[in-house]
C-alpha cells in the first residue's frame, strides 16, 4: 500500500499566546445521534446543558457545522479520513442512494489504504485513544490498533441488543486488543429503566488518559465516542429521571457533565491552554425514535438518514481557553472531515498530498474569525443528493424514506410534511433542483420559484460547484457492497447474510484479535 | 363606574441593594408577533440578536413564558389588565373559538370598568407613556391618555395599508391626543423595499423620554410596543439586507439594535440599577407570513392564531442589574398578564381586589428564583382550548385553521402536521383531552396514551384545576360582539360592517380626540 510521506511541517499553529514547542494536545467528544437542537445554546427549551452552554460561551459556537453523512458508519469513516465516504469506501453501490454502515456481522469496514488521523498524528510524536464506538468495522484488520490507535476502550458498534445467541452475539467491548466483555453481559443495559453506567466508565477511561499523558509529557488525540444518546438511550442512576424530557434529557445531562469534568480536569492539570477540545455528533438526531429514545434538530426538516438539515446539521463547540475567544459565533461552513484536516495543522502537519482530502483546515476561521469559501456535500450512499453553497442549498434528490416503511409508521420526519421534499419515493431533480435559502428559510419549507432571478444567479454558482465535483470525483471501492440484497427494513440489524461466516465467538477469558463473532454480511440502511 | 381604592404599600419590592425610597422605573418592551425562536438566545440559526442575547445573559432568560391569547388586541388588552380576554371583554361570542381583534373600523375597545396598569401605577406617582401600537379600541373613549397614560406616541392600530379612501383611512399617528398624521402618506412604508423608519423614530422617542423622566426624577413606566416585526415589515435603510433571514430578520436586527441602545442609554444615565426591564412579544410568529414577513417559533408547533405552543410561547427576558442575577435561567410558567401584577408589585401597589386579577407576581422567581405553582390557560376567543399545569399540556379542543381557507393556501402551521392534532375542523375533546409532555415532546407531537397510568395521573391534576377555572369564571361583557356575522376570510381586515358610522375624518391639520375614521364594525380572525 502507498503511504503518503508525512513531513512535520513547523509548528505554525500556535497562532495563540501560547507559541510553545510542543502542538496541542487534540480532544475531540463526538456524540452519537445527537441533534442540532439538543442543547441549551441552541435553543433546547428545557435549557439542560449547562457545561456545554458554558463551553459555548468560553469558546466558539458554530451554527453551519455539518457531517459528511446522516448515519454513524460513514460519517465516523470521513471524520478519521478527511473524506468523503464515496471516496474512502464507507458506501455501497447495490442501492441507490442508500445508506450503509456495520452492524456486527457486516464483513466490510476501514479499508488499509485509507490513512487514519491517528495513524498521522503519529509522525508528530501523539498518542492516540478511542473512547467508545469505533464502527469502522469488525473484522481483525479493522481494529482501530491497526489504523493509528495506541488505546482503545470501547464497543466496534452500538450497543445494540440483548441478543445472547451465538449467530448474533451481544456487542463486545474491547480494552486495547482485548476483548473484556460484552454488552448486556459485563457491561450492563436495563432497556427497561434505561440505566447503564457506561458514561461514567467512558468519563473515568477519559480522565485517567488526560492525567497519564500529562505525566508523560506526550501530546495526545483523545476521541471519546460516547453513545449513550443513541438508542436504546441510557443513563447512570444518579441522572435517571433528573431531566425535563426523560431518558433521552437524562442522558443528555450526564454527557453534560462529564463534559464539564473533562473540561475542569484540562484546567485542574494546568493543561487546558494547551488542548484544543471539539465538540460535535455523528448525524442529526434520530426522529424515528424520538420522543423517548430520540433528541431534537430544532427546526430543522427531519432527522438521521436524511439530507435534510435535521439529518446533516449538528451542534458544534470549539474550545481552546487562550487561544479562542471568548463567546465566538461562527458561520463557517464547517464538516465533520475538516477536524481531519484541522488536528493535522494543529500538530503541524500536512494532509496526505497523494489523494483527495475533503476537509479544510479551520484553524483561520476558529482563530481568526474568517470566512472560508466552501460548499457543503450532503451524500446519502452513492448519490450526492444535496450541496449547500453560501446560504443556498439546491436538492439535486428529494427522499425521506418509502412509502412501504412510512406507512408501517416508521417516519424520518414525524409532524413535519413539506409537500415535494419530503419525499416518500425518490425524486430527482437534477434537471431543475430544489432551491432554498437557509437563512430566511432553514427549515426547507419554501422552495424559490424556478423563473426568479434570485434562482438563476444561485444555481450559476452552484451548478459550476457541482460540476466541478462530479467531473473531478472518484468514488473509492465501496467497501460495503458485499451483500446483493440492498434492501432492509428499518430497525433490523442486518438485510442479508453473505455465504461466508466467521465462527470464532469470544468470551471474557479468551484474548483474541478479531472483534466479534457472527456470520459475515452487510446491511443497508434506509 | 366603581374603582377601587388603591393604597400604596410599602416599597418591598427593593430586594436587591439598591433599596432606595423611589420605586424603580418599568421598561416593558412589547414584541409584535415575534416567535420563541427568533433570538439567538433561543436558538434562532442565524444568531442575529447579539444585543438580547447579551441582555439574556446580563439577566433573566424565560423559557417558558406565555400570552394570554395568540393574537395582538387580546393579549395586550390582557398584559395591560392583569386579566384573561375572557374577562376584560376582548372576546366575542359571536363564533366559537375565534380570536377577535380591533381593526380600525371595530367600534368595540377596552371598556372603561377596567383597570389598566398606568392608571394604578399613577397612584405611586409613574408618569407612563406608551411608543408604538395600543390596539385597545379607535373610538375616542379608548384612547390610551384615557386609560392611564400620560403620553402616547403612536398609532391605535397594526401599519396596515395604505388604504387611502375616505371609508377606510390610513391608519393614523398621535402623538398625545393630537393625530399628527397617518402611515404610508407621513409616515412612509415602502412596501416594494420594506424601508421605514419607524423603528429608529420609536428608539428616539424613548430615549428622549428616558432622559426627560431621568432629568425629572419621576418614576416612569415606557410601555414600548413597536412593529416592525408585523406583517408588512420593515426596516431602516441602513439595516436592510443586512441579515441573513431577509427582510424579517433586518427588522429583528434593528429591533436589537435600537434594544442594545435603550439598555445603554440607562447605563449612561446611571439609572439602570433602578429600572425594571421586561422583554417579550404578543403572541407567535405569524408563520403564515413567512418566511418573509413571518418570524420563527423554534420547534413549537404552528404559530399566531392557534394554541399551540408555537401561538402562544414567547421569548422572554428579565433586565434589571444589580437585582436580577446575570445568566439566570428560569423554567417558570410565566405570562404576560403577570406584567401587571408584577409591576405593581415593583411599584409598591396591590393588585385590585374587587376583581379577578389572573397575572401572578413573579418577582420571587426573578429575585429568589422560586417556582410557582400555576396553571396557563390557552383561550381563542370565547373558549379554553387547553390548559398546563407543569409540564403537561391538555387540549380540550383542538384546531389550526378551517378547511375552507386552509385549500386556499392559508396555513397556520406550514411544513407541520400532527395527526388528530392541527386539526382543520374544530375537534372537542373535553371528555378524554389530548395530552402532551412539554418537556419530552415540546413540539406536541405525541399525545399520551389514555390508558397509561401517567395520563391518568396527569389528567387527576389538570380537570381539578379547569373544573375550579370554570367554576369561578364570569366571562366580562364581550366588547367585541357588535357584527353578527362572524366568519371572516384571514387577512380581510373586517369582515362586516355595523350600520352606524362615524364619518369625521382627520387631518394633519385638524387637532382631534377622536382616534380615527372610518365605518363601524367589528372583525373576527380565525
Not at 507559541?19 to 480532544?27: I, M, R, T
Not at 484541522?342 to 476558529?366: C, K
Request: net charge neutral.
Amino acid at each position: 500500500m502507498a503511504r503518503a510521506v508525512l513531513v512535520p511541517l513547523c509548528l505554525c499553529w500556535a497562532l495563540g499566546p501560547a507559541a510553545a514547542s510542543a502542538p496541542p494536545n487534540l480532544l475531540l467528544l463526538l456524540m452519537d445521534d445527537m441533534g442540532w437542537g439538543d442543547l441549551g445554546a441552541f435553543g433546547e427549551p428545557s435549557k439542560e446543558t449547562p457545561n456545554l452552554d458554558q463551553m459555548a460561551s468560553e469558546g466558539m459556537l458554530f451554527l453551519d457545522f455539518y457531517t459528511a453523512n446522516p448515519l454513524c458508519s460513514p460519517s465516523r469513516a470521513a471524520l478519521l479520513t478527511g473524506r468523503l465516504p464515496v471516496r474512502n469506501g464507507f458506501y455501497t453501490t447495490n442501492a441507490h442512494a442508500r445508506n450503509a454502515y456495520t452492524p456486527q456481522d457486516i464483513v466490510g469496514g476501514i479499508p488499509d489504504s485509507e490513512l487514519l488521523l491517528p495513524e498521522l498524528l503519529k509522525k508528530a510524536g501523539y498518542i492516540n485513544k478511542i473512547i467508545g464506538k469505533w464502527h469502522l468495522g469488525h473484522r481483525p484488520q479493522f481494529h482501530p490498533l491497526k489504523h493509528g490507535f495506541d488505546e482503545w476502550f470501547g464497543s466496534p458498534n452500538c450497543h445494540f441488543g440483548p441478543f445472547d445467541n451465538r449467530a448474533l452475539p451481544n456487542i463486545p467491548v474491547y480494552r486495547d486488543w482485548e476483548m473484556i466483555g460484552r454488552y448486556y453481559e459485563d457491561f450492563k443495559i436495563d432497556l427497561k429503566t434505561g440505566e447503564a453506567n457506561l458514561t461514567q466508565i467512558y468519563l473515568q477511561e477519559a480522565l485517567d488518559f488526560i492525567s497519564k499523558q500529562q505525566a508523560s509529557q506526550q501530546p495526545f488525540f483523545l476521541y471519546w465516542a460516547i453513545d449513550a444518546t443513541h438508542a436504546p438511550v441510557y443513563a447512570s442512576k444518579q441522572f435517571l429521571g433528573t431531566s425535563q424530557r426523560g431518558l433521552y434529557g437524562d442522558a443528555v445531562r450526564e454527557i453534560d457533565d462529564s463534559i464539564g469534568k473533562i473540561l475542569k480536569h484540562l484546567q485542574k492539570l494546568g493543561i487546558s491552554e494547551n488542548t484544543f477540545v471539539f465538540f460535535t455528533s455523528d448525524n442529526g438526531a434520530a426522529l424515528i425514535s424520538a420522543p423517548k429514545q430520540g433528541g431534537s434538530n430544532g427546526r430543522f426538516l427531519c432527522g438521521k438518514q436524511t439530507t435534510f438539515e435535521g439529518g446533516m446539521r449538528e451542534p458544534a463547540i470549539a474550545w481552546w481557553p487562550g487561544h479562542i475567544p471568548a463567546g465566538g459565533v461562527s458561520h463557517q461552513l464547517g464538516n465533520v472531515m475538516d477536524l481531519f484536516t484541522t488536528s493535522l495543522s494543529l500538530a503541524g502537519l500536512e494532509p496526505p498530498s497523494d489523494r483527495q482530502i475533503d476537509g479544510i483546515d479551520l484553524l483561520p476561521a476558529i482563530l481568526q474569525g474568517k470566512l472560508i469559501d466552501r460548499p457543503i456535500f450532503y451524500y446519502r450512499g452513492n448519490e450526492m443528493m444535496a450541496v449547500r453553497v453560501g446560504l443556498y442549498k439546491a436538492h439535486y434528490w428529494t427522499w425521506s424514506n418509502s412509502w412501504e416503511e412510512y406507512s408501517k409508521g416508521i417516519d424520518f420526519c414525524p409532524g413535519q410534511n413539506v409537500s415535494g421534499v419530503t419525499t416518500h419515493t425518490q425524486e430527482e431533480h437534477t434537471n431543475l433542483p430544489l432551491l432554498f435559502h437557509l437563512g430566511r428559510d432553514p427549515g426547507e419549507k419554501y422552495p424559490l420559484s424556478f423563473t426568479s432571478d434570485e434562482y438563476q444567479r444561485a444555481m450559476e454558482r452552484i451548478s459550476a460547484t457541482v460540476q466541478q465535483h462530479k467531473a473531478t470525483m472518484v468514488p473509492g471501492q465501496p467497501q460495503l457492497n458485499v451483500c446483493d440484497k440492498a434492501v432492509m427494513r428499518y430497525g433490523t440489524i442486518c438485510s442479508c447474510r453473505s455465504s461466508f461466516s466467521f465462527l470464532i465467538l469470544f468470551c471474557k477469558s479468551q484474548k483474541s484479535s478479531v472483534l466479534s463473532g457472527g456470520t459475515g454480511s452487510v446491511a443497508f440502511s434506509q
